[in-house]
């Protein structure tokens, strides 16, 4: 007995404790709600009974998109619009008939005025109207009384200054779908858009700010009688660019008409100054809405206007492969500047003729000459010394073939093929397929961007990557300068013979691109590569019958012509690469845009007139 | 009262009915029967002045509990009591199965059908947790129970559930199983010292528990400490519970004229947030005495723990009354911004059949402990 007594005893004890803990918590939550509904309440009181308090949401101003010296490339313009507040209005259907008569609405867009008010909690404004004019807006002001529920609201929509100019690097935003809405509610507000691609998409968290919130408080008809208290969200960041906007244009203008691409690059950081791909379209028109003809014609037609081409264009990079294998082949050991190589126009493997573009041969060539003449066999012969595994490696160690670190959503990885993977496809590699690769040809397969990299690195041997967003919201990003990027680790012996060899590429008569030298005023020399690639192969009929020649093949099946190119020589600082599909030969089609804009960005650099002062003729 | 032989038990039970229906704790029926009332009026207010459809579906369902509580009242209490482990068998068993076959309702809740009814496993697991551990302890002295030993089974037994609850995950109702568990062990005269060395390193452990949240989880509690910056999200409940009950004020907007422009917003205002409705239309000083109610129906379960004369009904209405009043705490607390929103509705007044059932047969049991109190249990105390 005496032991029940104990624990009789000591349940007694604690459950009273714990009956006065609940007298306590109950009584600290009377006082919360004391404080909720009566001191604070008051806050919330209303003066008439009819009167509410409504909570509204404001969407957030988008950031913008600026180029290296501030210039606007995606903005915001104020622009009027209709709303509808769903739990304002008594009876949705005569609101939208009485606003009809003022602003005509179709049977489409009364479907969809009453789809998103279904969708969304009632408070949220839904899109009545947009783009309305100054007159429009004037009657519904005055038609207010009768428009229960319909407010007017200043709104922004996105405008591209330049249009088609810069439409693949920024990008373009959209109205959210319903999947976006679900996985971010705030997108529900009308005039919030969604970047779809380009810097728009991959920068959407940093563009797309915080949505603020105004609690009103509202009459029974819906309008406003005073605020209570506002929260202004967060705006979103500006981006600034790399990209520098008179050089882009440029470009553009250069390779209108074509279906083409040209990178240039900061050599020294990555910094992409220029990111240009022909032909274009208005970004613009996503934000209103694309009409199905429009879309049709875009994606029917064989320029592929949509697709970003310096990024997501793939290429045979042709004899602009060649300065690749000439610094794998050197850095192993393979040949040396004075190694040698005959040349009678062809390359004989095993029973198999590989041509020289130069049907009479070149003679015996060193790696000088070879870059100098574009001297097809003696890369065949580098290719097979170094072999594939050699010239794989090093030229995804330049950029070739690798994703890049690249700030884009969208990037062609490319391939520089290996035996092994060539095996991983159930085939087996044969040696020539490494002499075709030695030329940039057979399964090589390349992106401009991939191109540009690949010249920076060779020109500085630091591990540059490209990038096209320099600073967000006035925080500057990594990757900026030189010595944020490691060095490649490639014998300096290696990368001066074929720096010279493209050296003399362009400032010496017998180099393939003299036509497309610097004019000497500038005082600095250019650096460079031509390229022509096949897209189709050539019969060995078609080249003994002589009279072959590619401009008189049909569009699609004429070669590419390329050019990559990095000035000044002696402290490289702009890199580019210019591909022009179904060009031709790359020192005509691709080699002059490539100079202009390496001219071009050498004039607008304040260093380089400052190196050569007083040479201006 | 003579303690029979427990075999004859069904037999003796027909000539105890009326003796047992006198010993009926009428007066805490009267207070369930009023909170349940408290709720039909609520939930006629949010159907707009009407009984359709919650408040009539309510009523018919705490019919049913009122008949499943009035019949679990009748039950002798030593079948109860060797019926306990079997129950938790059942529950922890059910539990583990909505982890197989339970399908993801509101959230991350997880429910699963039992004869067409969506039942809430957890819901009956705080009852069965109670149920047995009550029959642990029932014949352990105040020596026994300092046994570290002694405290494995019930040990594993708490942790059990809770690790299955929070494998659904579903944080809340982990924590108050876990605070339901601890209060048992506090009421059987565990020691303190134990309490003490279980709760220090608390606070470290949240600490590195926190970082540990996944990014959606942390933006939850953030958004719980300031509301405004997810006001279409998860703060939105909280500012719209807010902004309700601040228009109540003292006295309330008056009965069925709460502002259904508000309510409208809230997404659970017939569930969860039916407080707020409360708080809107009767001011604070209606929600006070529906806060004095609720303490008054704690407060007369805590009472029928304390005058029972045997361990398992002390233990079983003591674990009764606590999970009744951490149902309270939780739901009021967190329709008044106090904690994050967790989904916890309020019991006998919300809208739902789940909790309702849980709750009323929890009062069973706690009248059947009233009704028994006298009964001697055989091979009480014989631990040693």
């Given at each position: 007995m005496r032991r029940e007594t104990r624990r009789a005893g000591v349940f007694t004890r604690r459950a009273l404790a714990v009956l006065a803990g609940q007298t306590a918590v109950l009584g600290l939550l009377s006082a919360r709600l004391y404080q909720v509904q009566v001191t604070e309440g008051r806050r919330y009181a209303t003066r008439a009974r009819q009167n509410s308090i409504s909570l509204r949401m404001i969407a957030p101003v988008r950031g913008r998109i600026l180029d290296r010296g501030g210039v606007v490339l995606a903005g915001n313009k104020q622009a009027w619009r209709a709303l509808l507040i769903a739990?304002?209005?008594?009876?949705?259907?005569?609101?939208?008939?009485?606003?009809?008569?003022?602003?005509?609405?179709?049977?489409?867009?009364?479907?969809?005025?009453?789809?998103?008010?279904?969708?969304?909690?009632?408070?949220?404004?839904?899109?009545?109207?947009?783009?309305?004019?100054?007159?429009?807006?004037?009657?519904?002001?005055?038609?207010?009384?009768?428009?229960?529920?319909?407010?007017?609201?200043?709104?922004?929509?996105?405008?591209?200054?330049?249009?088609?100019?810069?439409?693949?690097?920024?990008?373009?935003?959209?109205?959210?779908?319903?999947?976006?809405?679900?996985?971010?509610?705030?997108?529900?507000?009308?005039?919030?858009?969604?970047?779809?691609?380009?810097?728009?998409?991959?920068?959407?968290?940093?563009?797309?700010?915080?949505?603020?919130?105004?609690?009103?408080?509202?009459?029974?008809?819906?309008?406003?009688?005073?605020?209570?208290?506002?929260?202004?969200?967060?705006?979103?960041?500006?981006?600034?660019?790399?990209?520098?906007?008179?050089?882009?244009?440029?470009?553009?203008?250069?390779?209108?008409?074509?279906?083409?691409?040209?990178?240039?690059?900061?050599?020294?950081?990555?910094?992409?100054?220029?990111?240009?791909?022909?032909?274009?379209?208005?970004?613009?028109?996503?934000?209103?809405?694309?009409?199905?003809?429009?879309?049709?014609?875009?994606?029917?037609?064989?320029?592929?206007?949509?697709?970003?081409?310096?990024?997501?264009?793939?290429?045979?990079?042709?004899?602009?492969?060649?300065?690749?294998?000439?610094?794998?082949?050197?850095?192993?050991?393979?040949?040396?500047?004075?190694?040698?190589?005959?040349?009678?126009?062809?390359?004989?493997?095993?029973?198999?003729?590989?041509?020289?573009?130069?049907?009479?041969?070149?003679?015996?060539?060193?790696?000088?000459?070879?870059?100098?003449?574009?001297?097809?066999?003696?890369?065949?012969?580098?290719?097979?010394?170094?072999?594939?595994?050699?010239?794989?490696?090093?030229?995804?160690?330049?950029?070739?073939?690798?994703?890049?670190?690249?700030?884009?959503?969208?990037?062609?990885?490319?391939?520089?093929?290996?035996?092994?993977?060539?095996?991983?496809?159930?085939?087996?590699?044969?040696?020539?397929?490494?002499?075709?690769?030695?030329?940039?040809?057979?399964?090589?397969?390349?992106?401009?961007?991939?191109?540009?990299?690949?010249?920076?690195?060779?020109?500085?041997?630091?591990?540059?990557?490209?990038?096209?967003?320099?600073?967000?919201?006035?925080?500057?990003?990594?990757?900026?300068?030189?010595?944020?990027?490691?060095?490649l680790d490639i014998p300096q012996p290696a990368l001066k013979a074929v720096h010279d060899g493209l050296a003399a590429v362009v400032n010496t008569p017998l180099g393939t691109g003299w036509t497309v030298r610097l004019p000497p005023a500038l005082g600095v020399r250019m650096a460079g590569k031509t390229g022509t690639a096949q897209v189709t192969g050539v019969s060995q009929a078609e080249r003994l019958a002589g009279g072959f020649h590619s401009s008189q093949l049909p569009w699609k099946l004429r070669p590419n012509a390329l050019f990559i190119a990095f000035a000044p020589v002696t402290a490289p600082r702009y890199a580019t690469a210019v591909v022009v599909a179904h060009g031709n030969e790359g020192a005509e089609a691709a080699a002059p845009i490539a100079r202009d804009l390496i001219v071009a960005a050498l004039s607008r650099d304040p260093t380089v007139a400052q190196a050569a002062p007083g040479t201006k003729s | 009262m003579k303690a029979r032989a427990e075999g004859r038990l069904l037999v003796a039970l027909p000539f105890d009915v009326t003796a047992k229906l006198a010993r009926l704790n009428w007066g805490f029926v009267l207070l369930v029967c009023l909170l349940a009332a408290v709720g039909y009026a609520a939930l006629y207010s949010v159907d707009g002045g009407s009984p359709k459809p919650y408040a009539e579906a309510q009523a018919v369902r705490f019919a049913a509990g009122l008949v499943l509580m009035l019949g679990l009242a009748l039950v002798d209490i030593r079948l109860i009591a060797r019926l306990a482990w079997p129950a938790y068998g059942a529950a922890l068993l059910l539990l583990a199965a909505v982890a197989r076959f339970g399908h993801v309702g509101k959230g991350a809740e997880r429910w699963i059908d039992v004869a067409g009814i969506a039942l809430q496993p957890s819901e009956l697991m705080k009852v069965a947790l109670v149920l047995a551990l009550a029959a642990w302890f029932r014949r352990a002295s105040w020596e026994r129970v300092g046994s570290p030993l002694f405290l494995i089974v019930p040990a594993l037994a708490i942790a059990a559930p809770v690790a299955l609850i929070l494998k659904e995950p579903n944080l809340g109702t982990a924590v108050i199983t876990l605070a339901i568990g601890g209060a048992m062990l506090l009421a059987a005269g565990v020691r303190l010292w134990l309490f003490a060395l279980a709760i220090a390193p608390l606070p470290l452990v949240a600490r590195i528990a926190y970082s540990h949240l996944h990014g959606y989880q942390k933006q939850r509690i953030l958004t719980f400490l300031h509301p405004e910056r997810d006001p279409l999200g998860a703060g939105y409940n909280i500012i719209q519970s807010k902004i309700a009950l601040g228009s109540g004020g003292m006295w309330g907007q008056g009965y069925l004229h709460g502002t259904q422009g508000h309510l409208g917003f809230l997404p659970e205002k017939q569930t969860d947030f039916i407080f707020t409705t409360i708080g809107e239309e009767w001011g604070f000083v209606g929600a006070l005495a529906v806060v004095a109610l609720l303490l008054l129906i704690i407060v007369a379960a805590m009472l029928i723990a304390l005058r029972c004369r045997h361990q398992f009904g002390r233990l079983l209405a003591f674990g009764v009354a606590v999970d009744f009043s951490l149902y309270v705490f939780v739901n009021l607390a967190m329709v008044m911004g106090v904690i994050p929103v967790g989904g916890v509705p309020l019991p006998l007044v919300s809208y739902g059949g789940s909790a309702l059932i849980a709750v009323m047969g929890g009062f069973g049991l706690l009248l059947s402990v009233d009704v028994h109190r006298d009964v001697v249990f055989p091979r009480d105390l014989e631990d040693g």
């Open positions: 739990e304002q209005s008594h009876d949705i259907d005569r609101t939208l008939d009485r606003f009809s008569r003022i602003v005509p609405l179709d049977a489409r867009a009364r479907a969809r005025i009453r789809r998103d008010v279904a969708q969304n909690r009632r408070f949220i404004p839904v899109l009545v109207a947009d783009f309305l004019t100054w007159d429009q807006m004037a009657r519904i002001e005055a038609a207010a009384p009768r428009l229960p529920g319909i407010v007017i609201d200043v709104g922004q929509t996105r405008v591209y200054p330049f249009g088609p100019d810069f439409a693949h690097v920024v990008g373009y935003v959209a109205p959210p779908t319903p999947a976006d809405v679900a996985r971010d509610p705030a997108l529900a507000l009308p005039g919030m858009r969604v970047g779809r691609t380009g810097v728009e998409r991959f920068r959407e968290r940093d563009l797309q700010g915080q949505a603020g919130s105004v609690q009103l408080e509202v009459d029974a008809a819906g309008r406003v009688i005073r605020e209570l208290a506002r929260d202004g969200g967060v705006p979103g960041a500006d981006v600034t660019l790399t990209l520098d906007a008179g050089l882009q244009r440029l470009a553009m203008r250069r390779l209108a008409g074509l279906s083409a691409s040209a990178v240039v690059l900061d050599a020294r950081d990555g910094a992409v100054l220029a990111m240009a791909s022909t032909p274009s379209f208005d970004p613009g028109l996503f934000d209103t809405g694309v009409s199905e003809a429009q879309w049709k014609a875009w994606i029917t037609d064989p320029m592929a206007p949509l697709i970003d081409k310096a990024a997501v264009g793939v290429y045979a990079p042709g004899s602009t492969f060649k300065p690749g294998v000439a610094l794998a082949a050197l850095s192993a050991g393979a040949i040396t500047p004075t190694t040698t190589f005959f040349c009678p126009g062809y390359f004989q493997l095993g029973n198999r003729k590989f041509y020289c573009w130069k049907r009479g041969g070149h003679g015996t060539v060193d790696v000088h000459t070879a870059l100098q003449q574009s001297c097809d066999v003696f890369f065949y012969h580098t290719a097979l010394q170094v072999g594939m595994d050699r010239i794989a490696a090093m030229t995804h160690r330049l950029g070739l073939g690798v994703r890049l670190p690249l700030d884009l959503p969208l990037q062609a990885r490319g391939l520089v093929p290996t035996p092994a993977w060539r095996r991983a496809h159930g085939h087996p590699w044969v040696l020539g397929d490494t002499a075709l690769a030695g030329i940039g040809q057979g399964f090589v397969q390349v992106t401009p961007l991939q191109l540009a990299t690949y010249v920076a690195r060779v020109a500085t041997g630091r591990a540059v990557a490209p990038h096209v967003a320099a600073s967000i919201g006035g925080r500057v990003l990594p990757g900026g300068v030189a010595s944020d990027w490691p060095l | -």
